[in-house]
């Protein structure tokens, strides 16, 4: 399993690895450590989060975004130079492979653990259905603490 998250401390981006063992989550940049809850993790499931230590963590389709959108754009910019050149076909082939590619890449990836309130991403953590799907309110909720923190 591994967890993606920003630095509490100097913001630096990092991956780590971590299994039921793990105590804390050192910054290779800055030193700073998190200590990680007692029992957030289960065998290969995750609890809470590591980092922040919320309980509030949601499941989602673990998709490149980047990538979305690069393909999309593949397909927009290749179908219409194709129809610029009044290639009919190729115009359907931009449009429509591109399109496939997205679906085919949307039921290829895995899932992902995601964290409401520091939005830490667990990949590799079992069982993650049992936590299900992105909810709006928890969402706000957490986006307004946030708000409010700052302020
Ligand atoms: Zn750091
Ligand atoms: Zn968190």
């Known amino acids: ?15 780590q690895n971590f299994d039921e063992s ?15 809850p007692p029992g957030a993790v289960e065998g290969n499931q995750v609890r809470r989060c590591l980092v922040c230590p919320s309980t509030d963590l949601y499941v989602r389709k673990d998709f490149p ?19 610029f050149y009044g290639s009919l076909l190729w ?5 429509f492979g591109t399109a496939l590619a997205d679906v085919v890449l949307y039921l290829l ?18 069982e993650m259905d049992s936590h299900g799907g992105f909810d709006l309110e928890t969402h706000e909720r957490y986006r307004q603490m946030a708000a409010r923190m700052k302020s």
């Open 65 to 83: 975004q980047r990538l979305g959108v690069a393909l999309v754009a593949v397909g927009i910019i290749g179908s219409s130079v194709a129809w």
């Open 1 to 15: 399993m591994n967890v993606t998250y920003a630095c509490p401390q100097c913001d630096a981006p990092l991956r």
């Open 91 to 95: 115009t359907w082939v931009f449009l």
């Open 109 to 126: 990836v895995g899932e992902a653990l995601m964290c409401y309130r520091c939005g830490a991403i667990y990949r590799g953590v079992a």
């Open 22 to 36: 793990t105590t804390e989550l050192t910054c290779p940049a800055c030193s700073q450590r998190v200590e990680t």
